[in-house]
């Protein structure tokens, strides 16, 4: 036994120190940039500031969405059967940063070059999905956030306009408010009766805190609100 939780003690630092993560959404995340860069999709100096909503569309049109589930599958099974992916064009670093988040448009039209946000958002109200962020709009986004966006998203929520930046634990798609976790299951049957299911997991998209009941994953408490719209409130603020 020894021996064997030495292997995996090594196999764990290896897979690590390769990808830093040991989450399987995150090796595979890793994967799409390093073959972005082969194939000429991203240049070296911009594929380690891709945002992972960017990657995740790459993903999900070969697998679906990515779930913890589905990235174990696909990382133990690389010839699993995948949807066709259309190559990915190249992207500037500007355009990295206006990539749009993928949720559901309303029926507003998109902001067009030169239109200015607020009296966008003013006009339409709300638009979940507005499109590329406009350059004119990052000064708001660094008096939010207090540093200059990477991965910014805006939309139009009750004529204001709402910002957002994808982070490590930032969801900046509507919210995942199943109360089944495909990915705790997962953990669960690995790890009977863990008192705290890790959101690599369960994702990050998710609004509650998970335990192991035996091998099934259940919401402990929800931790992040929703507003009306299906976006986490604490990962949106107000641009100005």
Same mark, same amino acid.
């Given at each position: ?44 100096? $911009? #594929?380690?500031?891709? &945002? ?5 569309? *790459?993903? +999900?049109?070969?697998?679906?969405? %990515?779930? !913890? ?42 902001? $067009? #070059?030169?239109?200015? &946000? ?5 006009? *339409?109200? +709300?638009?979940?999905?507005?499109? %590329?962020? !406009? ?62 299911? %890790? ?42």
């Amino acid at each position: 036994m020894v021996a064997v939780g030495c292997i995996l003690a090594v196999a764990c630092g290896a897979v690590l120190l390769r990808f830093g993560t040991l989450s399987p959404c995150g090796i595979v995340r890793e994967q799409v940039r390093e073959q972005g860069v082969r194939e000429g999709n991203f240049a070296d100096a $911009v #594929a380690s500031v891709v &945002p992972d909503a960017v990657l995740d569309a *790459v993903i +999900t049109a070969a697998i679906g969405p %990515p779930t !913890p589930g589905r990235c174990l599958t696909l990382l133990l099974n690389p010839s699993v059967p995948a949807k066709p992916a259309q190559p990915a064009p190249r992207r500037s670093a500007i355009s990295i940063q206006a990539q749009e988040p993928q949720n559901e448009r309303t029926t507003a039209g998109s902001i $067009v #070059a030169g239109e200015n &946000p607020f009296e966008y958002c003013a006009h *339409v109200l +709300t638009n979940d999905n507005p499109g %590329p962020v !406009p350059v004119s709009l990052l000064p708001a986004f660094e008096r939010a956030f207090g540093s200059k966006p990477i991965g910014p998203y805006f939309r139009c929520y009750q004529g204001t306009v709402m910002g957002c930046v994808v982070g490590a634990n930032l969801n900046c798609a509507k919210a995942d408010i199943s109360q089944t976790s495909e990915g705790g299951d997962a953990w669960c049957r690995a790890n009977p009766n863990d008192r705290n299911i %890790p959101m690599a997991a369960t994702g990050h998209a998710t609004i509650y805190e998970w335990r192991c009941s035996g091998t099934r994953a259940v919401p402990v408490r929800k931790f992040s609100p929703v507003d009306d719209r299906g976006f986490e409130i604490m990962n949106w603020r107000v641009l100005n």
